[in-house]
């Protein structure tokens, strides 16, 4: 086999894994580790941008638990339900991981999350019906704050919807609920967010 | 940094030798988790066939007490099943919620199966037995049976009122016989116009609770004879019995 064929096999090798869903990927990583190498580099910079935003970490603390969340899922793999969004699965046990954390995390210094864009803050004004009370670019700076006075569990159910982008049907997976507890919750947290914003007015 | 990470990840695997846990133990601890529920399920209908059966004892007396009848269910009601099959009920909850697919159920939903599935499971149940069964079993056993498992043995020990609850010590002679109440007093008992319960035989050593009046001087006039139902294992039996019957004042024979 020469150099260049080689090279080609491992691109070839390369495309087809990345080709790979999610769960074909976590019942390949059974195998062989390198395959949970892909699922690391997937879920990186999500999870990174999930944990500071719920827990306020610097990006230090971030990824020293995002190491822990991953060796968790390695050891874990044969708990994986098919009938789960592995992306459900996997923030499930990072915000568990996060959630161990939280107490001893809590009473280091807190980073800002990063900048949000103009499209997002657009989104979350209209979905939570606060366009006309609020300036965007209010909001956009001020955000997190008012994310870190909401109830803990409306600042999470908030983040999962909005940032993380996640159904009802990944909510109520991620935090083990019910579909109906999470709509409800959703309702309180909503409420409660526009009761902030409307105290800041 | 992402490069960092995956590599940190994927050596720190390597070099604990971290391998995946296997599939049987998830299994065997979802298995745990089914069989514990489906245990707990399983003891609270047999909890609530013993609360069938006490409960349903007394109901016939009910229409021939005049008032009070609100009083005597409220203190006639088994507490101590009732808060046992609570608990039972809340470790199906427990378990049942922890099993893999448990949260997708809501709370009210769980309890009202269970609660369902446990009045359907104990009503068969107590058809069978199990619940005088299980009555009986505590009567002879739980030291504690009349203070707290069966506060109707005190409930039936009220002669002044009309309640009187025992075991019968004498022959029959000219429908007049002795018994023997919980605390060890002999009771001289009347009983030419009751009405006896076809369940039962008037005999020595029969148990038995009656609805009447009260004479004075240790004599009761029974006006309907019942079989003792709960509690009748505690007579004699019962650590706590046994001590009041030691105790008992002569000449009267068993």
Avoid at chain 2, 145 to 156: A, E, P, Q
């Amino acid at each position: 086999m020469t150099k260049k064929d080689r090279s080609e096999g491992t691109n070839y090798l390369s495309d087809s894994i990345e080709g790979l869903s999610d769960e074909e990927l976590a019942k390949m990583a059974l195998v062989k580790q390198s395959f949970f190498g892909q699922i690391i580099k997937r879920y990186e910079r999500k999870l990174i941008s999930y944990i500071k935003k719920i827990s306020n970490v610097s990006h230090e603390d971030a990824e020293d638990i995002l190491q822990d969340v991953f060796i968790k899922v390695y050891k874990n793999l044969n708990d994986f339900d098919d009938s789960l969004k592995f992306s459900s699965w996997i923030y499930r046990i990072c915000r568990n991981e996060v959630i161990s954390n939280w107490r001893k995390r809590r009473a280091r210094p807190q980073n800002s999350p990063e900048e949000l864009d103009e499209n997002f803050i657009k989104g979350i004004t209209s979905d939570l019906d606060i366009e006309r009370e609020i300036d965007r670019k209010y909001l956009k700076r001020n955000i997190y704050k008012i994310l870190d006075k909401l109830d803990i569990r409306h600042k999470d159910i908030l983040i999962l919807k909005f940032f993380e982008e996640c159904d009802y049907k990944e909510i109520s997976d991620i935090m083990k609920m019910p579909m109906g507890t999470v709509a409800s919750l959703m309702n309180r947290a909503k409420k409660e967010f526009r009761k902030k914003i409307k105290k800041i007015i | 940094m992402t490069k960092n990470l995956e590599q940190t990840v994927l050596e720190k695997i390597k070099k604990e030798n971290i391998k995946p846990e296997p599939k049987w133990k998830f299994l065997l601890k979802n298995c745990t988790l089914w069989f514990f529920a489906g245990a707990s399920l399983v003891f609270g209908s047999m909890i609530f066939s013993v609360i069938l059966y006490m409960t349903l004892n007394d109901w016939s007396a009910l229409r021939h007490l005049g008032g009070g009848k609100f009083k005597f269910i409220m203190m006639g009601l088994p507490y101590f099943w009732i808060i046992l099959l609570a608990i039972f009920i809340a470790v199906v909850h427990y378990n049942f919620r922890n099993t893999k697919k448990g949260y997708k159920y809501r709370l009210p939903i769980i309890i009202l199966i269970s609660v369902v599935a446990s009045v359907l499971l104990g009503g068969v149940l107590y058809k069978a037995g199990i619940g005088k069964g299980l009555d009986d079993f505590t009567a002879k056993r739980a030291a504690f049976y009349r203070k707290i498992v069966n506060k109707r043995i005190d409930l039936w020990h009220r002669p002044e009122e009309g309640f009187l609850a025992g075991v019968i010590i004498s022959d029959i002679e000219k429908n007049n016989f002795q018994l023997e109440d919980f605390k060890g007093d002999a009771w001289g008992v009347i009983m030419e116009d009751a009405v006896i319960m076809p369940e039962i035989k008037i005999k020595r050593n029969e148990r038995i609770k009656m609805i009447g009046k009260f004479l004075g001087d240790y004599n009761f006039e029974a006006r309907r004879i019942m079989p003792m139902g709960p509690g009748r294992d505690w007579f004699r039996n019962n650590p706590e019995a046994r001590r009041f019957f030691r105790k008992r004042k002569p000449p009267f024979s068993r």
